[in-house]
């Protein structure tokens, strides 16, 4: 029997990824992410979350549209998110009551969705089953579920394998070949080249850098370059204010490491540092409350502000949201707060994420810290994303039959199609996808 693929969601789109995989009578669902500007210029004036319905943020273009798998519902056995960013995992408390399944993730994923559920207030039905890295669990009569640990910008991520009687069908989720990680193991290379010796007839591949020759740095190479840039902040007496992805558990841990070295109190300020960071506590990941002070509301964030001016902003180095810019951000706050003074330093350990809204908003940010004096730095970041060597490797590793792109622009998609023609692929058997599209392998 054939195996039939649903690119339900983010195959003509960043973000809201969602994908559908059927053998005969039975159904995964792997990923089902929120597409995030649209989900925050949406939801951002909402105080009340449990009033937001899911049918409006369906039509905001926020959450996947799931018609194209209307006919499949009943027949899906669980909902597999391949790792904790909210592009891949953030619509599951919001769809997945349309499905009569469990969610299967590693531990860390399973933390970040049960915080959703609470802050969202939101009654959520379905079970949440773990699965370990490198894990596998048997979800239906024809159906296996196996996590192969990889590396990327938040713990526990994986490419997932879908066993059937048809072949199987590895997803890659979001990945990079990262040899040296700061935090958790390398990725599984041996099972990856394993799989290349079974049947693997289709692998859904993300596209982010298919157009960016080379490889992806280590994360230890984004670590020596906060270390530079932390070391020059903590030479001068003023504040240093680092800001980066909440969920990049190591690179907080990098960054704490480096103003404890440095003999600086450790802060933490905002809500998603605080979810993240009690996440990756709660599976022994990381354990940060011990040493460093964690601020998570708004309030408490102004009044830890004021104390900190008190005691002396030199003595601190504090870890903050606002890395994109958002005008409702901690560091953002800092700014209309007047807690900021000139010749502070306010480290961006990130990138910024290339949407119109993100860009203004960075670009409106950093044009007034440099207007009040303070020393900007920009890009101490290396990308979680795999560039087109590791795209190659991974594709020559696990020797698919069929291709599907999926999680990148049209450009990075197009150069990666040539990539794997030039690996001798036909073009019969490369797939690059839109949204709501069927695939029988």
């Not at 006919?71 to 592009?87: E, F």
């Not at 490889?215 to 204010?241: C, H, W, Y």
């Not at 994420?353 to 290396?382: F, K, S, Y």
Request: glycine share 6%; hydrophobic share 35%; net charge positive.
């Amino acid at each position: 029997m054939p195996v039939e693929i649903c690119t339900v969601s983010g195959y003509s789109e960043f973000g809201k990824n969602m994908t559908a995989i059927r053998y005969e009578n039975e159904v995964v669902i792997l990923d089902m992410g929120i597409q995030p500007e649209k989900f925050i210029k949406f939801t951002e004036d909402e105080e009340d979350f449990s009033a937001i319905r899911t049918n409006d943020l369906v039509k905001a273009g926020a959450i996947p549209d799931v018609s194209p798998i209307k006919d499949w519902a009943h027949l899906v056995k669980a909902i597999v998110p391949s790792h904790a960013h909210l592009d891949h995992c953030g619509s599951i408390i919001y769809l997945a009551d349309n499905y009569n399944a469990p969610v299967l993730c590693t531990p860390f994923t399973a933390e970040v969705i049960r915080s959703m559920i609470k802050d969202r207030e939101i009654k959520f039905k379905n079970k949440i089953s773990i699965a370990q890295p490198n894990g596998m669990k048997k979800i239906s009569k024809n159906i296996t579920v196996e996590f192969i640990h990889t590396t990327h910008s938040t713990p526990q991520s994986s490419t997932i394998a879908i066993h059937t009687p048809g072949g199987i069908v590895v997803y890659t989720g979001d990945f990079k070949f990262d040899l040296t990680p700061v935090l958790g193991k390398p990725p599984n290379i041996k099972r990856l080249k394993a799989l290349g010796k079974e049947n693997v007839v289709a692998m859904i591949t993300e596209s982010t850098y298919g157009d960016k020759p080379g490889r992806t740095p280590s994360e230890t190479v984004a670590k020596d370059m906060l270390t530079d840039a932390v070391e020059t902040a903590a030479a001068k007496k003023n504040a240093i204010i680092v800001t980066t992805f909440s969920s990049h558990l190591a690179r907080l841990k990098s960054i704490v490491g480096l103003g404890q070295k440095h003999g600086k109190k450790i802060v933490f300020l905002g809500r998603s540092m605080a979810k993240y960071i009690d996440a990756g506590e709660k599976t022994n990941l990381i354990s940060f409350s011990k040493s460093c002070e964690i601020v998570k509301y708004g309030s408490k964030v102004e009044k830890k502000l004021r104390q900190i001016e008190k005691h002396g902003k030199h003595r601190y180095l504090l870890i903050c949201t606002g890395h994109q810019g958002e005008p409702k951000s901690v560091l953002s706050r800092m700014i209309t707060s007047n807690f900021l003074d000139a010749k502070d330093y306010v480290i961006f350990s990130c990138k910024t994420i290339p949407t119109p809204t993100n860009i203004a908003n960075r670009e409106r940010l950093e044009r007034e810290l440099r207007r009040l004096g303070i020393h900007v730095m920009t890009d101490v970041h290396q990308s979680g994303h795999g560039a087109q060597d590791e795209l190659k490797e991974m594709i020559e590793m696990v020797k698919p039959a069929h291709i599907i792109t999926s999680h990148g622009s049209d450009t990075a998609k197009r150069e990666l199609k040539k990539l794997i023609k030039e690996l001798n692929y036909k073009e019969n058997n490369i797939h690059v996808s839109k949204d709501g599209e069927s695939i029988t392998v």
